[in-house]
C-alpha cells in the first residue's frame, strides 16, 4: 500500500478497533498479527460487556460508562459496513440476591445508578419469578435486573470489524514476517506484548491471565445474560449460550482446556437449571492481557517519538474498545490527549 499513516502490530479487539477508527477519520492504516486477526484473547467465546457496579465512582468507572453508551452505534456502524453482524445486543444482565444484606445492597445501588448511569441505565431489584423460567437460582427469591450490560460475539465482531477495515481501504497483513513500519506505530500485541514490554524494561509491567470458556447448544433468544456463581452465562443469537471464564495467572499450556472448564460448565449448570442437559459444542482457551493497574495501558510510551501502546484490556477490553479507540485515534492522528492518568503507560512502570 502508499505510505501508512499508522501502522499497528497485533489484530486482537485493541488493534482492530484503533484501526477501524483511524481510516473511519481518512488515516491509512496497515495493521498486521503473526496469526490471524483475533486469533488470541479476543477470539474467545464469552463476550459479555458487564458494568462496574455503580458504587465508589472512580474515573475508571465512569470511562467505561461512556463506553458502553457507545458500544450501540458503534457496532451498528461496523456491521453495516462489512455487512456482516457483530453479535451485539444490550440484553441486560440478572444475578441472584443471596440475602436479605445483599438485597439492602442492591436497592442502595438502585438508587445510586440512577445517578450515576445518568438515567441512560438501571439497576433493578426485581422478584425472581418476574425473569420465567431464564433466571438463576436465587436463594432469597430476589435478583439484580441491570440495562446496562450488553453482549457480543467476539469472532463474529473480529470478523465484521476486518471486513469493515477493508472495506474503509485498510490493509490487513499477517505472517511471520512484520511490515516495515511506516508513520505513527502502535503495538497491540496483547499479553506477550506485555511480556516482552517487562523484559525491555527489567521490571513487570504487565502479565498474561488464561481464560478457559465453553458453548452450550441452547436457544434463550435474546435472554440476559446471567452472572451467578462467579460464571457468566451468555446468551448468543446462533441459539447458543456461552459460559466462562477461569482467571489462571499460572498455566503451563495457554490454549489448551481442562478440568478448570468443567469446573465453570458445571457451576452454570447448577446457577441456570435450564442448561441441565445442553450439549457443549465449543470449548476454548487463551490469555488475557492484564497491565499491572489492572486496567488498560494506553498511549504514548515514554521517551519514544511516535511509538504508542494499546494493550492491557484484560477482561474489559471489548466493553472499553469504543472509548479506548476514540481517544487513541484522537492522540495519535490529531495529537488530542485526553488519556486518563490511571490509562497511561508510565502507571504500569
Keep these: 500500500m502508499a505510505m501508512a499513516d499508522v501502522t499497528i502490530f497485533g489484530a486482537g479487539i485493541s488493534g482492530l478497533t484503533l484501526a477501524w477508527t483511524c481510516v473511519q477519520r481518512g488515516a491509512k492504516v496497515q495493521i498486521w498479527d503473526k496469526r490471524a486477526p483475533g486469533a488470541g484473547a479476543s477470539g474467545g467465546l464469552v463476550g459479555?460487556?458487564?458494568?462496574?457496579?455503580?458504587?465508589?465512582?472512580?474515573?475508571?468507572?465512569?470511562?467505561q460508562l461512556e463506553s458502553l453508551l457507545m458500544a450501540e452505534p458503534f457496532w451498528a456502524e461496523i456491521g453495516a459496513t462489512a455487512g456482516k453482524d457483530p453479535g451485539y445486543s444490550r440484553s441486560g444482565r440478572l444475578q441472584a440476591i443471596a440475602d436479605g444484606a445483599g438485597l439492602l445492597l442492591a436497592r442502595s445501588r438502585?438508587?445510586?445508578?440512577?445517578?450515576?448511569?445518568?438515567?441512560?441505565?438501571?439497576?433493578?431489584?426485581?422478584?425472581?419469578?418476574?425473569?420465567?423460567?431464564?433466571?438463576?437460582?436465587?436463594?432469597?427469591?430476589?435478583?439484580?435486573?441491570?440495562?446496562?450490560?450488553?453482549?457480543?460475539?467476539?469472532?463474529?465482531?473480529?470478523?465484521?470489524?476486518?471486513?469493515?477495515?477493508?472495506?474503509?481501504?485498510g490493509c490487513i497483513l499477517t505472517g511471520d514476517t512484520p511490515p516495515e513500519p511506516e508513520g505513527k506505530i502502535v503495538y497491540a500485541t496483547g499479553y506477550e506484548g506485555l511480556l516482552k514490554f517487562s523484559e525491555d524494561l527489567g521490571q513487570e509491567v504487565g502479565n498474561g491471565v488464561k481464560g478457559q470458556g465453553a458453548l452450550l447448544k441452547y436457544d434463550a433468544g435474546n435472554g440476559p445474560?446471567?452472572?451467578?456463581?462467579?460464571?457468566?452465562?451468555?446468551?448468543?443469537?446462533n441459539g447458543t449460550v456461552a459460559v466462562g471464564s477461569t482467571s489462571e495467572r499460572y498455566f503451563d499450556n495457554p490454549n489448551e482446556v481442562d478440568e478448570q472448564l468443567e469446573a465453570v460448565i458445571e457451576k452454570a449448570r447448577q446457577a441456570v437449571p435450564v442448561l441441565r442437559g445442553a450439549e457443549v459444542v465449543d470449548r476454548w482457551a487463551g490469555v488475557r492481557p492484564r497491565a499491572k493497574t489492572?486496567?488498560?495501558?494506553i498511549g504514548a510510551v515514554p521517551g519514544a517519538q511516535d511509538v504508542?501502546?494499546?494493550?492491557?484490556?484484560f477482561k474489559i477490553g471489548f466493553g472499553m474498545a469504543p472509548k479506548v479507540s476514540t481517544i487513541m485515534a484522537d492522540l495519535i492522528l490529531d495529537g488530542i490527549d485526553t488519556i486518563p492518568d490511571d490509562f497511561r503507560v508510565e502507571a504500569s512502570l
Design 48 to 63: 459479555a460487556l458487564a458494568p462496574h457496579v455503580p458504587e465508589q465512582w472512580i474515573p475508571k468507572k465512569a470511562f
Design 225 to 237: 445474560q446471567i452472572f451467578a456463581n462467579g460464571v457468566h452465562v451468555v446468551p448468543h443469537s
Design 308 to 313: 504508542f501502546i494499546s494493550n492491557g484490556g
Design 110 to 169: 438502585h438508587e445510586n445508578a440512577k445517578v450515576l448511569w445518568e438515567g441512560q441505565a438501571r439497576w433493578d431489584v426485581i422478584r425472581a419469578e418476574q425473569a420465567g423460567s431464564w433466571a438463576p437460582r436465587s436463594e432469597s427469591g430476589w435478583l439484580v435486573h441491570d440495562t446496562l450490560t450488553a453482549r457480543l460475539n467476539p469472532r463474529l465482531a473480529c470478523a465484521a470489524l476486518v471486513a469493515a477495515i477493508k472495506a474503509e481501504g
Design 294 to 297: 489492572r486496567a488498560p495501558m
